[in-house]
């Protein structure tokens, strides 16, 4: 089974400049037949203008990976902090408790922030970075054998940078969470017959292995959970 979701189906948050695009409930945004996939719970696009962001706010027992797309994120936070590029990717796993801010260091920032529920609670905070280059075949950024370990069971994240008419097959999962960010409207990939652009997103039920084709330059960001 697939279920495609369009990028204009997301819900949206506007404050203090910034604007940030859900894809599961999420804060004001409540519809309890969308509030998460596998141990998937929240799946935010967050685009930054300079020197907004999140000031200083709590988190415990989520396991949190963001993909910096653009621009530049200031991390600061009780177990560590960094400016992370484009191409970074980071850990910030809440486990008994941690608190931290974002804020875009310099020129718009676009970053892409999942969380998942840990297979232990109450484990100690960590954080992590890693510089990743994309390219096509898949990289994984955080689980089993990945650039950042990630406390979630086999849950991983995978990212990959597709050019026109590339092919790549997607994981073999049970699971898969597919997410596209493309540089031009009308740049993405071909899922099948359906074309997904920047923001659209696709969920897959014991469909790994299908292949996806590159309509123009894009990145595709996939969770998959065993």
Do not use: K
């Not at 000031?55 to 936070?77: F, K, M, N, Q, Y």
């Not at 390219?135 to 597709?162: Q, S």
């Not at 493309?182 to 897959?204: I, N, Q, Y």
């Amino acid at each position: 089974m697939i279920e495609v979701r369009e990028a204009g189906s997301r819900y949206s948050t506007l404050a203090e400049g910034r604007e940030t695009r859900h894809s599961f409930s999420f804060g004001a945004h409540y519809d309890p037949r969308n509030v998460g996939f596998a141990s998937l719970v929240a799946h935010n696009d967050e685009h930054l203008p300079p020197g907004t962001g999140y000031a200083d706010h709590p988190h415990a027992d989520t396991e949190i990976v963001s993909w910096v797309v653009e621009g530049a994120l200031r991390h600061s936070s009780t177990v560590g902090s960094g400016v992370l590029g484009a191409g970074t990717a980071q850990l910030l796993s809440a486990g008994s408790g941690v608190v931290h801010s974002e804020v875009a260091d310099g020129p718009p920032t676009r970053f892409v922030q999942t969380w998942v529920r840990p297979s232990e609670p109450g484990t100690p905070p960590r954080w992590a970075t890693a510089a990743v280059d994309a390219g096509p075949a898949w990289t994984c950024l955080a689980g089993p054998g990945g650039a950042l370990p990630l406390g979630a069971g086999d849950a991983a994240l995978h990212v990959a940078a597709l050019a026109d008419g590339v092919r790549l097959e997607l994981p073999d999962a049970p699971r898969l969470h597919l997410f596209v960010v493309a540089t031009g409207p009308s740049d993405g990939l071909m899922l099948g017959e359906r074309r997904l652009v920047d923001g659209d997103a696709a969920r897959l039920l014991d469909e790994g292995g299908r292949t996806i084709t590159g309509v123009g330059p894009c990145q595709a960001l996939v969770w998959s959970f065993a």
